[in-house]
């Protein structure tokens, strides 16, 4: 029996399609991890970091203290890039006062650069969105090639008062049960609270230098 031209092309045509499935894929790995040259990477240490700035703003006292913390925990990490603040130029830095002690502790100890400004308002039914256009300032600093703005607020841990037992106790992550030892499972629980414990710390650390008569102000 004779074979027909057409089925001889057909075979031809799967076994070409059976062999590119087969070679390709193993060719272009090879040729993908095949390099003459490494890729360039730039080195940490040549980037020109004065380029770069954390830039926030604060409108009144508890604003401030929570930009202290941000700081704080931007040294901490040393972060290469400057610090800004933008601040309201009715405030002293020079003067003996709760918002006078915060900028001078955030210029002296984390290197941060005071800009003063004009607080941008708008009319809001809520007081904090009625000065949120504030932020917007952060693109006049235009010696930086990049600034990356940050809302001192921002955090998840936002109260700066210590928060009340009944709310921790009321808001904390439920145990559960695990399947495996039909033991409670608190784990999620101990990481949200160690999370509270350890800003806690860093609050109280963030005022221990300030005067007890300015502390209590903020309290």
């Known amino acids: 029996m004779l074979i027909s031209s057409r089925f001889l092309c057909l075979l031809f045509c799967a076994i070409l399609v059976v062999f590119l499935l087969w070679r390709l894929p193993i060719s272009s790995s090879r040729a993908f991890c095949r390099s003459d040259s490494p890729l360039p990477v730039q080195s940490l240490r040549h980037i020109d970091w ?5 830039v926030q703003y604060a409108t009144n006292t508890a604003y401030l203290c929570n930009s202290v913390m941000m700081f704080e925990r931007l040294h901490q990490l040393q972060s290469q890039p ?7 130029s009715h405030l002293d830095p020079e003067r003996d ?22 607080v941008q308002s708008r009319s809001s039914s809520d007081v904090t969105w ?7 300032l952060a693109f006049n600093q235009t010696q930086y090639a990049r600034v990356l ?18 709310v921790l106790d009321q808001e904390q992550p439920a145990c559960t049960n695990d399947t495996r030892t039909g033991r409670p499972d608190c784990r999620a629980r101990e990481l949200w609270l160690g999370f509270y414990r350890d800003f806690a710390k860093r609050r109280q650390n963030s005022v221990d230098w300030m005067s007890t008569e300015h502390w209590q102000a903020i309290v």
């Open 50 to 54: 004065s380029r770069f700035a954390y």
């Open 82 to 88: 400057d610090r800004v603040l933008m601040y309201p």
């Open 97 to 118: 006062s709760i918002e006078g002690d915060l900028l001078r502790k955030m210029q002296a100890q984390y290197r941060v650069r005071l800009v003063p400004i004009d």
């Open 130 to 136: 009625a000065e949120s256009y504030t932020k917007f």
């Open 149 to 166: 703005s940050l809302d001192s607020d921002g955090t998840i841990l936002q109260p700066w008062l210590k928060t009340p037992d009944s």
